[in-house]
């Protein structure tokens, strides 16, 4: 069985830190593709961060130079470290592995405070 259990949310004053963490099990966790996804109320998924098995990365616009998504293959975990945080960043943040198979981690609220 699949897993991707999130931790590190929570509530952070404007231009703080949080870091996100995912662990994973029940796959093999060094050949997959890793990312970071966001949900507002009433909206879809949102790619924040996306790691390959390699270890390439992409951003999306709005966290590129504030966000950084890595990788910890001997600990079957993957971060995000968010920084600079606005009140636009306020969301549910979901852990995904995305490459060869797709799942889903169950999400984690972070609430920025202005």
């Known amino acids: 069985q699949v897993q991707l259990v999130e931790s590190g949310g929570g509530l952070v004053q404007a231009g703080g830190s949080l870091r996100l963490s995912c662990v994973v099990s029940g796959l093999m966790f060094s050949k997959y593709s890793m990312a970071w996804y966001l949900q507002v109320p009433g909206k879809d998924h949102e790619l924040v961060a996306r790691i390959t098995d390699g270890g390439s990365t992409i951003y999306t616009d709005s966290v590129r130079g504030r966000f950084v998504i890595s990788r910890d293959n001997a600990k079957n975990t993957v971060y995000l470290q968010m920084n600079s945080l606005t009140p636009e960043d306020t969301a549910m943040y979901y852990c995904?592995?995305?490459?060869?198979?797709?799942?889903w981690g169950r999400g984690i609220q972070v609430t920025v405070s202005s």
């Open positions: 995904a592995a995305t490459f060869p198979t797709f799942y």
